[in-house]
């Protein structure tokens, strides 16, 4: 029997007419085998639970009339989805739900304390709503369909606000679950359960990462990412509007497309899917029709170039001295220096005299970045060992992704002359030993002018 993962993100969620219409679509599904869908709370709503929590806290009651909006909303929902004579039970299942959250918020506001462990209990609530109307949308059309709260097969450490999930345990519990001829199943998004069994919510990407697990665990014949985007493109198409869908990527090269620029698919939470052998298919909800993108192992197109990438933002942390040449140990410091101010480091390049290293960072984190290098390296500074810490703002990092970039010569040529050409000035480059992408530091305001002309030169030009 065929088994297909739906992971329902955010515009999905968005409306009464998109959550109808997420419905209609896996009912379909179901006339070919066994669907799961992940479905996490409409949209908008855990920041309306946040910002609930946060008058709570304070003391201030208003966080009610802010509560009694939220139900309202879940009510016009449900009152869209279903039909006149189910409607009765299923809003009585929401109004139960936002009792219990308001018993939670009438607590914070009576400790004016908020825990991250409080945190995570408000917004399960917000997944098992979402997750539930999808289901009575999907009984209108498929009275079989079940609900899975993911708490109970999810098990995950106590970390708070981003858990870690416990994968051997949790195949363990989703083998279990689905040990019937269960053929219809909506499954309430990113939470898990701790140790303890209270709720653990997964994060960022918490929704998708719940949908790998069980991709994996079920050993399923595809996971389905919907999005608003038909599929992963060569180019973001707000900056290159002749920028065309993908039809299929090597599992390599999709992280190396999603992380510099692509991450709206979080790609950490494909991981349990990849590593289980599971393709992965990323489609349209506005446009369900197209077939999307298919992550894949490996691909037998033979492009030399997939995609052009870029994240802005950046900035370039530069330290350099002439003291640095020789010396054992000077990129462990500098590096252990980054990750204990918790900055992360998005591209690293080293002049081979070893009188400079830099690294790519997001600007916001630019001043806490170069205050620890500095505290690292304060000793030589003070001899003059070690020149100032240097920080640009104000960049953008462009990169140039081809699974065949490897051993195919004439490619830095192609590149480089077509940002010559654009007059777009570099002011770092990293490539990694996989050949499989060449990272260029640049002006943000050359960004744009870099990706439409290496585009046109890479892309649409076709093959060397």
């Given at each position: 029997m065929r088994t297909t993962i739906?992971?329902?993100?955010?515009?999905?969620?968005?409306?009464?007419?998109r959550v109808g219409a997420a419905a209609e679509l896996l009912a379909v599904q179901c006339a070919e085998g066994r669907v799961v869908a992940v479905a996490g709370a409409l949209s908008g709503v855990p920041d309306g639970l946040r910002e609930a929590a946060a008058r709570a806290v304070r003391g201030d009651y208003g966080f009610e009339a802010a509560?009694?909006?939220?139900?309202?909303?879940h009510f016009e929902v449900l009152r869209a989805c279903l039909d006149v004579r189910r409607q009765s039970s299923a809003l009585a299942g929401?109004?139960?739900?936002?009792?219990?959250?308001?018993?939670?918020?009438?607590?914070?506001?009576l400790l004016r304390e908020l825990s991250a462990r409080t945190l995570d209990l408000l917004l399960a609530h917000a997944e098992w709503l979402g997750g539930y109307i999808v289901c009575e949308a999907l009984r209108e059309r498929r009275p079989e369909a079940?609900?899975?709260?993911?708490?109970?097969?999810?098990?995950?450490d106590d970390r708070f606000g981003r858990a870690r999930v416990d994968g051997a345990a949790t195949r363990a519990r989703v083998a279990r679950w689905f040990s019937g001829p269960e053929l219809a199943v909506v499954a309430t998004g990113g939470v898990g359960a701790a140790p303890d069994g209270a709720p653990t919510m997964l994060g960022r990407g918490g929704a998708r990462l719940t949908a790998s697990h069980l991709a994996a665990a079920l050993s399923a014949d595809e996971l389905v990412v919907w999005t608003d985007t038909d599929g992963i493109r060569t180019a973001d198409p707000r900056h290159v509007p002749r920028s065309r869908a993908i039809d299929c990527l090597g599992h390599a090269e999709a992280m190396e497309l999603m992380h510099f620029g692509g991450d709206f698919l979080d790609p950490p939470a494909l991981i349990p899917a990849i590593r289980a052998g599971v393709p992965?298919?990323?489609?349209?909800?506005?446009?369900?029709?197209?077939?999307?993108?298919?992550?894949?192992?490996?691909?037998?197109?033979?492009?030399v170039f997939t995609g052009i990438s870029s994240v802005d933002g950046v900035a370039l942390l530069q330290l350099q001295g002439s003291g640095m040449i020789g010396v054992t140990g000077v990129a462990a410091r500098f590096f252990a220096a980054l990750a204990g101010a918790g900055v992360n480091v998005i591209l690293i390049t080293q002049?081979?005299?070893?009188?400079?290293?830099?690294?790519?960072?997001?600007?916001?984190?630019?001043?806490?970045?170069?205050?620890?290098t500095a505290e690292a390296f304060r000793e030589e500074l003070e001899g003059q060992l070690v020149d100032e810490v240097t920080v640009e703002a104000g960049l953008s990092i462009v990169g140039v992704v081809g699974e065949r970039m490897r051993r195919t010569k004439g490619l830095a040529a192609r590149i480089f002359g077509a940002l010559g050409e654009a007059g777009v000035n570099i002011r770092a480059i990293a490539q990694g030993s996989s050949e499989r992408n060449v990272s260029m530091v640049l002006a943000e305001a050359d960004a744009e002018r870099a990706l439409l002309a290496l585009h046109r030169e890479l892309i649409e030009r076709g093959e060397p």
């Amino acid at each position: 029997m065929r088994t297909t993962i739906h992971a329902l993100g955010r515009v999905s969620l968005a409306s009464p007419e998109r959550v109808g219409a997420a419905a209609e679509l896996l009912a379909v599904q179901c006339a070919e085998g066994r669907v799961v869908a992940v479905a996490g709370a409409l949209s908008g709503v855990p920041d309306g639970l946040r910002e609930a929590a946060a008058r709570a806290v304070r003391g201030d009651y208003g966080f009610e009339a802010a509560l009694a909006a939220l139900e309202d909303r879940h009510f016009e929902v449900l009152r869209a989805c279903l039909d006149v004579r189910r409607q009765s039970s299923a809003l009585a299942g929401v109004r139960h739900e936002f009792n219990r959250i308001a018993d939670v918020l009438a607590g914070v506001a009576l400790l004016r304390e908020l825990s991250a462990r409080t945190l995570d209990l408000l917004l399960a609530h917000a997944e098992w709503l979402g997750g539930y109307i999808v289901c009575e949308a999907l009984r209108e059309r498929r009275p079989e369909a079940r609900l899975l709260e993911t708490r109970e097969v999810v098990a995950t450490d106590d970390r708070f606000g981003r858990a870690r999930v416990d994968g051997a345990a949790t195949r363990a519990r989703v083998a279990r679950w689905f040990s019937g001829p269960e053929l219809a199943v909506v499954a309430t998004g990113g939470v898990g359960a701790a140790p303890d069994g209270a709720p653990t919510m997964l994060g960022r990407g918490g929704a998708r990462l719940t949908a790998s697990h069980l991709a994996a665990a079920l050993s399923a014949d595809e996971l389905v990412v919907w999005t608003d985007t038909d599929g992963i493109r060569t180019a973001d198409p707000r900056h290159v509007p002749r920028s065309r869908a993908i039809d299929c990527l090597g599992h390599a090269e999709a992280m190396e497309l999603m992380h510099f620029g692509g991450d709206f698919l979080d790609p950490p939470a494909l991981i349990p899917a990849i590593r289980a052998g599971v393709p992965i298919r990323v489609r349209n909800a506005l446009n369900p029709d197209f077939p999307g993108t298919l992550l894949v192992a490996a691909c037998d197109d033979r492009r030399v170039f997939t995609g052009i990438s870029s994240v802005d933002g950046v900035a370039l942390l530069q330290l350099q001295g002439s003291g640095m040449i020789g010396v054992t140990g000077v990129a462990a410091r500098f590096f252990a220096a980054l990750a204990g101010a918790g900055v992360n480091v998005i591209l690293i390049t080293q002049a081979s005299s070893e009188q400079s290293i830099c690294a790519g960072i997001p600007a916001a984190d630019a001043e806490r970045a170069r205050a620890a290098t500095a505290e690292a390296f304060r000793e030589e500074l003070e001899g003059q060992l070690v020149d100032e810490v240097t920080v640009e703002a104000g960049l953008s990092i462009v990169g140039v992704v081809g699974e065949r970039m490897r051993r195919t010569k004439g490619l830095a040529a192609r590149i480089f002359g077509a940002l010559g050409e654009a007059g777009v000035n570099i002011r770092a480059i990293a490539q990694g030993s996989s050949e499989r992408n060449v990272s260029m530091v640049l002006a943000e305001a050359d960004a744009e002018r870099a990706l439409l002309a290496l585009h046109r030169e890479l892309i649409e030009r076709g093959e060397p």
